[in-house]
Each structure stands twice: as structure tokens, then as C-alpha cells.
Nanobody
């Protein structure tokens, strides 16, 4: 059974940093982070492809970094220069064998 478990969310002041983690029960090469703010649709944040390439949504470029520790089956999202508009539930997503898997989400709240 494929499981994804996020952690690392919390409350932080604007300008601060947080690192989110997503631990997977199996090795998944294509991993991404998404977020959903209250009253809004879930949106793409960052992607780490099978080849190791990265992609970022425009609002987070230069502030967020996605990375992987393959030995730990864990993907990270390092978030810096946080803004109140980054407040959302953050979800990791893994693509394996044509199926997408989601974690339960972790809340990030950025105060002004």
C-alpha cells in the first residue's frame, strides 16, 4: 500500500521559513507539492521529476525549493520569505505506475 505522510507545517511570521517533509512508504520518483487555501482550489506548487528536474509555480519561484532524500524515501519543500498568501494546507503528491497518490496534508499559516 502506497502511503504519503506530510509533516512540518505550523504557524510562522511573514518573512520566516518552514521545511515540509513528505515520507513515502515506497520509492516514488515523480513527486510534487500542492496547496489549498480556504475557499480556493488546490494549486500546484512544485514538482521534482524522475530525472531530477524541478518546476515551480510562479508565486513561489525563488522562495521555495523542492528536494529529495532517496535513502529516506522523503521529499522536502523548503519554504522561505513566507507571505500571508502562502497560508494553506500543503499536500504532497506522488505519481507511480500511472496512479496519483496524496498525503493527508499539513497546515501552514503565515501571520502578517
Amino acid at each position: 500500500q502506497v502511503q504519503l505522510v506530510e509533516s512540518g507545517g505550523g504557524l510562522v511570521q511573514a518573512g520566516g521559513s518552514l521545511r515540509l517533509s513528505c515520507a513515502t512508504s515506497v520509492s516514488i520518483n515523480r513527486m510534487g507539492w500542492y496547496r489549498q487555501a480556504p475557499g480556493k482550489q488546490r494549486e500546484f506548487v512544485a514538482l521534482l521529476t524522475t530525472s531530477g528536474s524541478t518546476m515551480y509555480a510562479d508565486p513561489v519561484k525563488g522562495r521555495f525549493t523542492i528536494s529529495r532524500d532517496a535513502a529516506k524515501n522523503t521529499v522536502y519543500l523548503q519554504m522561505g520569505s513566507l507571505k500571508p498568501e502562502d497560508t494553506a494546507v500543503y499536500y504532497c503528491n506522488g505519481q507511480l505506475g500511472g496512479t496519483g497518490y496524496w498525503g493527508q496534508g499539513t497546515q501552514v499559516t503565515v501571520s502578517a
